[in-house]
């Protein structure tokens, strides 16, 4: 893989986004899981069903040869239906997944860095995630980022990027 391009999601990319967020919930090294699996745990569908409503965005990583790598994405959620790394109805929560083959080659930086030059852009004040306890790899990127850890629920953080308008 020579370079990583990215792009916006496009409804095309449904099933891809899919399998990405199947990724996200089982992201250590282990049996496969289904969509069905991960919609069997309660609160994961809010997550992903009905995707494309207004202040859903996200972005595809691809290689030189169109080989789709990862995805990232955000969604809103508002204060009476809210996700695991919620912090508030202005803010939205993103999830970020890659192909286990491309992990460690910088895909996600670069799905991160892009997807947050487009929270900017439509003018977002911050995004925010939950990043699970083992998963020291993520929450090390994150925090490269600017992400905080502000709270933490269960085995997991709460973390925050503060946009600049």
């Not at 691809?62 to 789709?68: F, I, P, T, V, Y």
């Amino acid at each position: 893989m020579r370079r990583i391009h990215v792009r916006p999601l496009e409804p095309g990319d449904d099933d891809f986004l899919r399998e990405m967020f199947v990724e996200t919930f089982f992201w250590r090294d282990g049996p496969q899981h289904s969509l069905e699996d991960v919609l069997a745990i309660p609160e994961a569908g809010k997550y992903i069903l009905g995707w494309g409503r207004p202040g859903d965005a996200g972005v595809v990583a691809l290689s030189d040869a169109g080989e789709k790598l990862g995805a990232a994405w955000y969604r809103l959620f508002s204060t009476a239906d809210h996700g695991y790394g919620f912090v508030s109805d202005e803010i939205p929560e993103l999830g970020i997944a890659v192909m286990p083959s491309y992990r460690g080659r910088r895909v996600g930086r670069r799905l991160m860095e892009d997807l947050i030059t487009l929270a900017q852009g439509q003018g977002r004040p911050g995004l925010s995630l939950s990043v699970e306890d083992g998963n020291s790899r993520a929450a090390r990127l994150y925090e490269s980022l600017g992400f905080q850890r502000v709270e933490r629920i269960g085995s997991a953080w709460t973390m925050v990027l503060q946009l600049k308008a």
